[in-house]
C-alpha cells in the first residue's frame, strides 16, 4: 500500500468491515430482542444444543415448510458470504486460513448463544455459514482472476460489497424491520377516562357487529381457534349501557409499527340508533354483568 489513495481504500474497507461485523452480530446473535432492550434476553431463555447435521433442518421444513426453511438456509448463506470476501480482501489469507477463521467465528456465535441462552446452538448454522463463506471466498478469488491491477481489482470488490451490503440491508429491513427498531412503540391515547375502571381480563366477548333490531344487537363472535365454529349471539342494548367508539391511527415503519394513537369518543343511546348501519361488521368489545344485557361496548372503527 504505497500510494493514498490505497491506504484510502483500505480503510475505507475495514470501516465497511467492522460495520459488517456489527450487523452480524445484531442478526445473528442478538435477533430475538429489540436494539433499545437488548440484553434483556440474556440467561431467559432455553440452552438448547443441535449437534447432529442437519436434523434440524429436515425437523424444520417437516414443520414449517419448505419455502420457510429454504429462507432460513439463504439467510445463513448469505450473511457469511461477506467474511468469505472481507478475509482474503484484508488479512490476506487463503482458502484453508479463511475456512479455519470462519468455522471459528460461526462456533464462538453458537458458544455465546448457549452460554447466554440466547438462541438455538445448532451445527447446520456452523455448516451453512461457513459455505457461505467459500462461496464468498470463491467469488473474490474468481473475480480477481479477471481483473490483473492489483487496485482495480480492490475497487471492484468494495464497490460489490457496498451494493451487497445496501440488497442485505433493504432485505432485512423488508421483512425483519424489528432488528432496527431503536425506540419502542409510541403509544398515545386521547380521552383516556372513556376506558378507565374497565377490566380488560373480564371481556364478556369480542367479535363482529353483525345486526341491530332495537333493543337487540346481533353478534359474530370471534373465533380463537381452528376446533371453534362459527357463533351468533343476541345481547340488549339500552339507555343505560356504555356507548364507546375506538379509532386507532398507526404509523409504519417497514412492516413495523411506530407510533399507534388510540382516539376514543362516546355516544349516547339516542345518537348511536340512527348510526347503526355505519358499525355493521365492525368489530366491537363488549362487557356484560350477565351475559343478557350489554354493560360497555366499544365499537371499533376502521
Same mark, same amino acid.
Given at each position: 500500500?504505497?500510494?493514498?489513495?490505497?491506504?484510502?481504500?483500505?480503510?475505507?474497507?475495514?470501516?465497511?468491515?467492522?460495520?459488517?461485523?456489527?450487523?452480524?452480530?445484531?442478526?445473528?446473535?442478538?435477533?430475538?430482542?429489540?436494539?433499545?432492550?437488548?440484553?434483556?434476553?440474556?440467561?431467559?431463555?432455553?440452552?438448547?444444543?443441535?449437534?447432529?447435521?442437519?436434523?434440524?433442518?429436515?425437523?424444520?421444513?417437516?414443520?414449517?415448510?419448505?419455502?420457510?426453511?429454504?429462507?432460513? $438456509?439463504? !439467510?445463513?448463506?448469505? #450473511? &457469511?458470504?461477506?467474511? /468469505? @470476501? *472481507?478475509?482474503? +480482501?484484508?488479512?490476506?489469507?487463503?482458502?484453508?486460513?479463511?475456512?479455519?477463521?470462519?468455522?471459528?467465528?460461526?462456533?464462538?456465535?453458537?458458544?455465546?448463544?448457549?452460554?447466554?441462552?440466547?438462541?438455538?446452538?445448532?451445527?447446520?448454522?456452523?455448516?451453512?455459514?461457513?459455505?457461505?463463506?467459500?462461496?464468498?471466498?470463491?467469488?473474490?478469488?474468481?473475480?480477481?482472476?479477471?481483473?490483473?491491477?492489483?487496485?482495480?481489482?480492490?475497487?471492484? $470488490?468494495? !464497490?460489490?460489497?457496498? #451494493? &451487497?451490503?445496501?440488497? /442485505? @440491508? *433493504?432485505?432485512? +429491513?423488508?421483512?425483519?424491520?424489528?432488528?432496527?427498531?431503536?425506540?419502542?412503540?409510541?403509544?398515545?391515547?386521547?380521552?383516556?377516562?372513556?376506558?378507565?375502571?374497565?377490566?380488560?381480563?373480564?371481556?364478556?366477548?369480542?367479535?363482529?357487529?353483525?345486526?341491530?333490531?332495537?333493543?337487540?344487537?346481533?353478534?359474530?363472535?370471534?373465533?380463537?381457534?381452528?376446533?371453534?365454529?362459527?357463533?351468533?349471539?343476541?345481547?340488549?342494548?339500552?339507555?343505560?349501557?356504555?356507548?364507546?367508539?375506538?379509532?386507532?391511527?398507526?404509523?409504519?415503519? *417497514?412492516?413495523?409499527?411506530?407510533?399507534?394513537?388510540?382516539?376514543?369518543?362516546?355516544?349516547?343511546?339516542?345518537?348511536?340508533?340512527?348510526?347503526?348501519?355505519?358499525?355493521?361488521?365492525?368489530?366491537?368489545?363488549?362487557?356484560?354483568?350477565?351475559?343478557?344485557?350489554?354493560?360497555?361496548?366499544?365499537?371499533?372503527?376502521?
Amino acid at each position: 500500500m504505497n500510494t493514498k489513495k490505497e491506504r484510502l481504500l483500505s480503510t475505507f474497507a475495514w470501516v465497511i468491515f467492522i460495520v459488517y461485523l456489527l450487523v452480524l452480530v445484531r442478526i445473528v446473535l442478538f435477533k430475538d430482542t429489540q436494539i433499545y432492550n437488548l440484553f434483556v434476553m440474556i440467561g431467559h431463555g432455553q440452552r438448547v444444543l443441535n449437534i447432529i447435521p442437519f436434523a434440524s433442518t429436515f425437523e424444520m421444513m417437516r414443520t414449517i415448510g419448505l419455502l420457510h426453511n429454504l429462507q432460513n $438456509i439463504a !439467510g445463513n448463506l448469505a #450473511v &457469511f458470504f461477506p467474511m /468469505g @470476501i *472481507f478475509i482474503p +480482501l484484508l488479512m490476506n489469507k487463503g482458502f484453508k486460513q479463511t475456512v479455519v477463521i470462519v468455522i471459528g467465528i460461526s462456533v464462538s456465535i453458537e458458544v455465546v448463544q448457549y452460554i447466554l441462552a440466547i438462541g438455538i446452538s445448532d451445527i447446520d448454522d456452523v455448516i451453512l455459514n461457513t459455505v457461505g463463506a467459500i462461496v464468498g471466498w470463491s467469488v473474490f478469488q474468481y473475480i480477481k482472476g479477471k481483473i490483473k491491477r492489483t487496485f482495480i481489482f480492490r475497487v471492484v $470488490i468494495v !464497490g460489490m460489497m457496498i #451494493v &451487497f451490503g445496501f440488497v /442485505g @440491508i *433493504f432485505a432485512i +429491513l423488508a421483512t425483519e424491520t424489528r432488528l432496527f427498531q431503536i425506540t419502542p412503540k409510541k403509544v398515545t391515547v386521547t380521552n383516556p377516562e372513556l376506558i378507565d375502571g374497565l377490566n380488560y381480563g373480564s371481556i364478556y366477548v369480542t367479535g363482529k357487529l353483525i345486526g341491530f333490531n332495537a333493543p337487540e344487537l346481533t353478534i359474530e363472535k370471534a373465533i380463537q381457534n381452528q376446533n371453534q365454529i362459527r357463533e351468533i349471539i343476541k345481547m340488549e342494548l339500552d339507555q343505560e349501557t356504555r356507548i364507546i367508539l375506538e379509532h386507532v391511527e398507526s404509523t409504519y415503519f *417497514f412492516d413495523i409499527i411506530t407510533t399507534e394513537k388510540y382516539m376514543y369518543s362516546s355516544l349516547t343511546y339516542d345518537e348511536f340508533l340512527p348510526a347503526t348501519e355505519s358499525f355493521n361488521r365492525n368489530n366491537v368489545t363488549i362487557w356484560s354483568a350477565d351475559g343478557k344485557r350489554v354493560g360497555t361496548i366499544i365499537i371499533i372503527k376502521p
